[in-house]
């Protein structure tokens, strides 16, 4: 009898890991700050965090995520996380978890773990009677992306950016992987690395463009700076030419180093600019503005505002603005205040 009392909390806690208060907490926040919801199923909240040693003193990473069902009923509901090297090769691959039934237009939280060491990457497969889903995220801040409606575009996105420095020969190498996790080429490919200071203001750039499209997949890509100046930062932009001859541009801000609202990325996309941010300040945020400056020379050819509604602590958003074609540019700078 001592025995079973003692593996019984054990295995539940095994197989249906037990969130804890402050993911608890940070998910609905987020959930709270979505938007919108899909007619699909949508991650609209993530919080990961790692162990050293689980019930078989192994370290792990727990996905606590919050999936809403969309517009259908997601019936046996199952999810499998995978973790992403830099070529978006499989480093860690967890078993299919059941779920349950997730109702028409319900939400739910999920603690999903996987024996792993760290990474960068992830991926998180759902699967239910009749369906399937996909969603990828380069990091663990930023909620990962869904691959539906990609199938026929491409989808940019610059990872693992690293730097290799020579100080004999005064001369900085970064590399990083370019992917197109889009089931389409991606044409007149655009990349500018910036190195920034503690300021985020950048010290120096380089562009690479890409000859001939980039096909689905990943691909390593390299940039040289003679005579580096000091940076704490680098950031890869990438901006493509869409179908109808456009451009598609994905900024991305260093990331901050302490509480914060950080903002993870800002997409151009035809006539829309598209920020999305997480309130990492540890305390609730009134409204706020996103300034967004672009210069050329030095002189500012474009300021923009976007306004956020205001975000609770761990609370997530992506507030869009409809803008002009961008000028021509050569550096950016990134910015939020309270809104007045």
Known sequence: MRWCLLLLPLLLIAGE???PDEAKTALLAQAKTYGPLPSGPAVIAAWIWGGRADINYKSFFEWDVRLAAGA????????????????????RQGTWEEL??????????YGL??????????????????????????????LPLAL??????????????QAEEDKKKKVLVVTWNLWNLGGAPAAGVVQTVKL???????????????????????TVQRAQFSKPPTYTAIAVDVRHDDAGGGKKLVLEPPASGGPDLVISSLTVEGSTLTARVVNRLGK?????????????????????????????????????????????????????SVAK
């Open 17 to 19: 890991p037990v969130l």
């Open 72 to 91: 259908e009923a997601r019936r046996a509901l199952k999810a499998r996380i995978t973790t992403l090297g830099p070529s978006q090769e499989v480093l």
């Open 100 to 109: 349950g039934d997730l109702p028409a237009h319900e939400q739910q939280s």
């Open 113 to 142: 773990r996987l024996n792993c060491p760290t990474f960068g990457a992830w991926r998180l497969d759902l699967a239910w009677e009749g369906g399937s889903a996909a969603f990828v995220a380069g990091d663990k801040q930023s």
């Open 148 to 161: 539906a409606g990609s199938a026929a575009t491409p989808l940019l996105l610059a990872v693992n950016a």
């Open 196 to 218: 920034k200071d503690e300021s985020g203001k950048v010290v120096a750039t380089s562009e690479v463009r890409l000859k001939g499209a980039m096909a689905p997949g990943s």
């Open 284 to 336: 609730d945020l009134p409204p706020t503005v996103i300034d967004l400056v672009f210069t050329t020379g030095g002189k500012p050819t474009l300021n923009l505002a976007i306004p956020v509604a205001a975000l609770a602590n761990g609370g997530e958003a992506a507030p869009s603005i409809a803008i002009k074609p961008l000028p021509a540019w050569d550096e950016y700078s990134v910015g939020w």
